[in-house]
Every structure is written in C-alpha cells, then in structure tokens.
C-alpha cells in the first residue's frame, strides 16, 4: 500500500466516523468500530470502559446531533501510521452541546481500517446549545 492509498484510505475511515458520531445511525456501527472495541474517557469526574456493545446501545438510545439539528464540527488533527495495518488518528468532534477530543486507534482488517480503541476527553461544553 502506497502512503498515498494508505492515507486516502484512513482519512474515509475517519469520515465514516465523523459520520457515524452526526448521523447516529448504528446499523453502520461495524463499519466504523470492531466488536471488541473499547471506549475509555472520564464522564462527571468518573473514569467510564465501554465495550463497544454498550457504546453502540447508547448510541441508539439517544437522539443524535442530526436529530437535534446541532451543528456538524469536526477536524482531524493528527494522523500518526505505526505500520501499514495499524494508526492512530486525533480528532475533535462536536456531539450536540460537547465537543470531544479523541484519540482513536486504527487497525486495518482484512483491508478495511476499524477503531480497536477509542480515548475521548471532553473538551468543553456548550451550555447555550
């Protein structure tokens, strides 16, 4: 895989994710996140692991960002490649009235890259929204 192709790739990875985060529609859920996926982050001062089922179920219980009408704000600010089947990728992500940090990893199976790992930090919330 050139570093082209290689990059290209991963940037439609992140995209599905961005997408996946605005749309909330979990039947694209593993396209974007393995099954075994972990989700760590610090909500309301408490250190929260998710597995990715439990993500996937929050997801779906609750009205995503396009339901609301919030606004879409999302940017990649990092892409670090390890190899050509693993990365790291560092994102903000507007979430309804939360902006997130998150540190995402990436493992490219059977040719397509998933997020085996996710790290998130809330970075500011907007109480007006």
Known sequence: MT???RLLSLSDAVQRYFDLMYDGDTSKFEQVF?????LHGFRDGDM???PAAK?????ASRPSPQANGAPRDEE???????????AMV???VR??????????????????????????HVERVDDAA
């Not at 393995?34 to 972990?38: A, R, V």
């Not at 540190?103 to 059977?110: D, P, S, V, W």
């Open 76 to 86: 990649i600010l990092l892409m670090d490649f390890a190899s050509d089947t693993q």
């Open 55 to 59: 993500y996937k179920d929050i997801m």
């Open 48 to 50: 929260t692991v998710w």
């Open 3 to 5: 570093d082209r192709s």
């Open 34 to 38: 393995t099954e075994t996926s972990q």
């Open 90 to 92: 560092k994102v903000r």
């Open 95 to 120: 979430l309804n009235a939360s902006t997130f940090i998150d540190y995402l990893t990436y493992h490219r199976i059977n040719g397509e890259w998933l997020i085996t790992s996710k790290g998130y």
